[in-house]
């Protein structure tokens, strides 16, 4: 379940960087690391840390709750 979930909160970041026309390069630059580092936290979510998880949020302008909570929504 874990890995669907973590795949579901992935393409959620990806949706919302698609409409808000937001690359990783770009991404990374406002988050303040590298273009590998962010590579490596959105393909394991569970790796950011809650300050860069909010920071994340605000940049593309989701709700922290819909991201912690996205495996509770149904396709």
């Known amino acids: 379940m874990e890995l669907r979930t973590n795949l579901q909160r992935y393409e959620f970041i990806l949706f919302a960087m698609f409409k808000k026309k937001i690359t990783k390069v770009d991404l990374a630059k406002r988050l303040n690391v590298s273009y590998p580092t962010i590579l490596s936290r959105l393909n394991n979510l569970g790796s950011l840390r809650i300050s860069e998880a909010v920071e994340l949020c605000e940049i593309l302008d ?14």
């Open 62 to 75: 989701v709700s922290i709750i819909e991201l912690i909570t996205i495996n509770n929504f149904k396709r």
